[in-house]
């Protein structure tokens, strides 16, 4: 069973930092690129950052690049993401996901097959 499980989320005030954490099961992980997405109530899912198998090339969207780091531990079969500066429209659920469709652009939901549960991050102004 492919599981990923997301941790580290939490109610923090704007300008301040979150670690999340997604640990993978087994074979979910290797080789793949690994993605975290967020969603805010009444808006679509979008894409936040992502990182190759190696580590050695990641992705940002716009809206958090300087402020946020993906990274992952391929030993321990877990992806971070650490979130500083965060502001209120930063509050959504985050979730971890395996890309498994390479033809796309790397910020399309379909193209990750593999999701978590999803944490909370609530940024108060």
């Known amino acids: 069973q492919v599981q990923l499980v997301e941790s580290g989320g939490g109610l923090v005030q704007a300008g301040g930092s979150l670690r999340l954490s997604c640990a993978a099961s087994?074979?979910?992980?290797?080789?793949?690129?690994m993605g975290w997405f967020r969603q805010a109530p009444g808006k679509e899912r979008e894409f936040v950052a992502a990182?190759?198998?190696?580590?050695?090339?990641?992705y940002y969207a716009d809206s958090v690049k300087g402020r946020f780091t993906i990274s992952r531990d391929n030993a321990k079969n877990a992806v971070d993401l650490q979130m500083n500066s965060l502001k209120p429209e930063d509050t959504a659920v985050y979730y971890c996901?395996?890309?498994?469709?390479?033809?796309?652009?790397?910020?399309?939901?379909?193209?990750?097959?593999?999701w978590g549960q999803g944490t909370q991050v609530t940024v108060s102004s």
């Open positions: 087994g074979r979910t992980f290797s080789g793949y690129v």
């Open positions: 990182i190759s198998w190696s580590g050695v090339t990641t």
């Open positions: 996901c395996r890309r498994f469709d390479y033809s796309g652009s790397i910020n399309l939901p379909r193209g990750y097959d593999y």
